[in-house]
């Protein structure tokens, strides 16, 4: 989440700022380990509250979230997820 503004006079900006930026912070999950098709619970804060506009990785494999909010994701471990640390 973060909000741009700038003007613009020939081609030379004037004013840039980047307000309001969010980093999404894990504080925990749920389970620890599972095989894939295990749906997993990650609680943190600044998660974007769509859902579907997050994104997750177990190691270099993209996981879909399925249900969640800004403090909440569940996702699924996705075919190809090995071993990791972090998620």
Known sequence: NYT???AVTTGNVDEFSVQNVLVPTITSFT???GVVGTPVT?????????????RVYFGAVAATPT????TSLTVTVPAGATSVTPI
Not at 42 to 54: L, P, Q
Not at 67 to 70: S, T, V
């Open 67 to 70: 249900a969640g909010n800004a």
């Open 4 to 6: 741009t503004s700038a």
């Open 31 to 33: 389970p620890t380990s």
């Open 42 to 54: 990650i609680t943190g804060t600044n998660f974007n509250a769509t859902f579907g506009n997050n």
